[in-house]
């Protein structure tokens, strides 16, 4: 039998001796130390690995990037697995750049319709009765289909999706005593915008939180750190991060984000507000730009996502829209999740088009680019969500499918 | 009667369990706020006129405070530059949406959101002025000069005169082209796409 251990390696070692050892045996060249282990060797059988340490990191290997521009960074969908978004992959979109906060001064006040205004410590966040939610978090300026040259982080990179940890926001009102008449809520985050957003308290209460883990560790500085507000299924600017204060009132307080930001304008006239839901939408992720694909097996993967609810069905076209068959859907599917979906495909070599179409569980069927401006008119820059697609050309090279949406 | 007794138990086990899972309505949390407190940080303005400090402008003395705070990033009369246009060139009963804006654009390239054109409530300029703008170092005009810029950035939208003096009496009352336009999301759910 070989012996695995390094040399003088016994059961009930102390970390100091172990070290000792170790590092012993690595001076003399017979055992591994932490600056060798991370570079390739022929034969990782023969030569022992890192040791434990404090804070684990990617294989050198692999190397995900989110794509930054001074307003947003976004999460690379075409590098992802599963639903889950890694914590430092998750996409940014803020107004005034990351603050940093101190979690020992953070305060949150809560005020205005209230019969006792109270201010939250991280700490008092934190001993409310805790609750977790894995949802989507999605920007509404989310559509960045501009060029056969774009991945799926191009094209929808603002959503991503956490495990959240926190406190529902239902337990907070209660403590404040949210009066009756109390039917918004300012939410204001403290960087440099003070975001704000104004919320429809009967709307949210059953699900609304204020969080302050993020798969399973504190929020990172960009997701709103040390507390943020979350809406499932809403669009991300209304999940106010950086929570300082939220004051009840009768009536929204019609702030810069949701007037001249974050509405619709429509053909017929009118700008449309509060347009908090977002629709279902789905988008391929494998195989896509600038992929090229060899004939015969390819399996199409995406994931598809609704702020109604459950996505109840992925429809896949690989022949450019003319037929459609349901995916399979990754199990358990989460209300207002990302839910991963697969469907087997044997490509023959001709030039096409693969597409997927989200239904959800209200019957809403993502719609055609088309059916988008026709009900909407040319010019809404949010809540974008048509069908999109990859071309495949004969020699196998994936394009994103700009004529769909360009009409 | 065992049977009966059984049952009784069950359910006030079952009863207890609920109980103990439930919190209670109120944990006792948190610190009352003092008015201080929330005096710091109650910077918003609300469309009835509600929060806007005392003090006031006009355009004539915003027109400084826009030259030497915003025209680097929002261009020298507020058509724009590496932030956006504020001041829009179109008819203000053409706005920027509909088919009559449509029609009015005509195959020319896209015209720009502004103030005089998408903005449908006065009021919003000064709380957002003060509290993010300008970018170089936000929130630092006083009530004064907020007060004189929001008189100057509607005054160059043609909505008031350039001697209107823009305080907390007069900037509720103003009536921005774009108020009567803005509606409730009209999305009802289902099948529907709108």
Redesign the interface.
């Known amino acids: 039998m070989r012996n695995r251990r390094p040399p003088g390696h016994r059961d009930g070692l102390t970390r100091r001796a172990l070290l000792k050892t170790t590092l012993g045996a690595a001076a003399a060249g017979l055992a591994p130390d932490t600056a060798h282990a991370q570079e390739p060797v022929s034969d990782t059988t023969k030569r022992w690995g890192r040791l434990p340490n404090t804070l684990g990191a990617r294989s050198p290997a692999e190397n995900p990037r989110r794509t930054p521009s001074p307003t947003s960074s976004r999460t690379p969908l075409q590098d992802l697995h599963g639903t889950i978004t890694p914590a430092d992959l998750h996409y940014e979109r803020h107004h005034g750049g990351v603050p940093v906060v101190d979690p020992r001064t953070y305060r949150l006040v809560v005020h205005g319709m209230v019969d006792r205004p109270l201010t939250f410590t991280l700490d008092d966040l934190k001993r409310f009765p805790a609750a977790t939610r894995t949802c989507f978090l999605e920007c509404s300026g989310n559509f960045g289909g501009q060029r056969e040259e774009t991945t799926p982080q191009d094209l929808c990179g603002l959503t991503s999706q956490t495990e959240w940890t926190g406190v529902m926001l239902s337990a907070i009102f209660n403590e404040v005593g949210a009066q009756p008449g109390a039917t918004w809520f300012l939410a204001e985050g403290q960087d440099a915008a003070v975001m704000t957003r104004s919320i429809p308290v009967k709307e949210v209460l059953d699900e609304a939180m204020v969080v302050y883990a993020q798969n399973g560790e504190a929020l990172r500085p960009e997701q709103g750190y040390p507390a943020r507000l979350l809406l499932p299924g809403w669009e991300g600017n209304a999940s106010v991060k950086w929570l300082r204060r939220m004051k009840l009132a009768s009536q929204p307080f019609m702030t810069r984000e949701e007037t001249s930001k974050y509405t619709d304008p429509l053909a017929d006239g009118t700008a449309r507000q509060f347009s908090f839901v977002m629709d279902a939408r789905s988008v391929i992720t494998a195989p896509c730009y600038p992929q090229a694909i060899e004939k015969g097996w390819t399996e199409i993967r995406g994931i598809a996502w609704s702020g109604r609810g459950l996505i109840r069905r992925v429809d896949v076209s690989t022949d450019g829209g003319r037929t459609w068959k349901p995916a399979t859907l990754q199990q358990p599917v989460l209300p207002k999740a990302h839910t991963r979906f697969r469907f087997p495909w044997q490509w023959d070599a001709r030039p096409t088009e693969i597409l997927s179409r989200a239904v959800d569980d209200t019957g809403y069927v993502q719609p055609e680019m088309s059916a988008l401006q026709q009900a909407r008119g040319r010019r809404t820059r949010y809540h974008l969500n048509p069908v999109t697609g990859w071309t495949i050309a004969a020699d196998g090279r994936v394009r994103f499918g700009l004529q769909r949406v360009r009409v | 009667m065992n049977r009966l007794l059984t049952l009784v138990a069950a359910i006030l086990v079952v009863a207890a369990v609920v109980v103990a899972q439930s ?1 209670p ?3 006792g ?5 003092t008015p201080e ?2 005096a710091a ?8 006129g509600a929060g806007l400090p005392p003090g006031g402008g006009s355009a004539r003395e915003g027109a400084g405070v826009y030259a030497q705070t915003c025209a680097a990033c929002h261009g020298a009369n507020g058509e724009g530059g590496t932030a956006d246009p504020l001041v829009g060139a179109e008819p203000k009963e053409t ?8 029609r009015w654009r005509g195959g020319r390239p896209d015209v720009a ?1 502004t ?1 005089g054109n ?4 006065a ?2 300029i000064f ?2 002025v003060r ?2 703008m300008p ?1 170089s170092a ?2 630092s005009l006083t009530a004064d000069e907020t007060h004189a810029l929001t008189a100057w950035l509607l005054a160059r939208n043609g909505i008031i005169a350039d001697a209107a003096v823009m305080n907390a009496e007069t900037l509720p009352r103003v009536r921005m082209p ?1 108020r009567a ?7 009802k ?6």
């Open positions: 919190p309505r109120r944990v949390l948190g610190t009352p706020a407190q929330v940080l109650d910077i918003d303005v609300s469309p009835d706005l920027p949406f509909g088919p009559d804006y449509e959101f103030i998408y903005w449908p409530y009021t919003t709380d957002y509290r993010a970018a936000p929130g774009a336009r803005f509606v409730r999301d009209n999305r759910g289902r099948a529907e796409v709108k």
